[in-house]
Nanobody, 122 residues
């Protein structure tokens, strides 16, 4: 039962900043890829940013230049630094982990966090 716990969501004015944080449970040994997705009401869930190992991150075009993903592989944590926020960034943000191996050698292909709400007002 691998779990991802997100925090950092909240209400912010347009142009402001927020930092999201995600930590995997302590029974996790390694994770292939970690990232963030978001889903606005009535919209399809979309990729925000992902990191595989220590490779160059991948970002959605809509957030390039504004968001930065930072992963700490030994701690199995990941941050999302969000700058110059826009009302269209309003969504529930979900932490995602792909290829999760537990300390007992069990493999989880994909794990999702419970989500944290980001609301950007104008």
């Amino acid at each position: 039962q691998v779990q991802l716990a997100e925090s950092g969501g909240g209400l912010v004015q347009a142009g402001g900043s927020l930092e999201l944080y995600c930590a995997a449970s302590r029974n996790v040994f390694s994770i292939h890829a970690m990232g963030w997705y978001r889903q606005a009401p009535g919209k399809q869930r979309e990729l925000v940013a992902t990191v595989t190992g220590n490779a160059t991150p991948t970002y959605a075009d809509s957030v390039k230049g504004r968001f930065t993903i930072a992963r700490d592989n030994p701690k199995n944590t990941v941050y999302l630094h969000m700058n110059s926020l826009k009302p269209e960034d309003t969504a529930v943000y979900y932490c995602n982990a792909d290829g999760v191996v537990t300390t007992t050698g069990e493999l989880n292909l994909e794990v999702w966090g419970q989500g944290t709400l980001v609301t950007v007002s104008s």
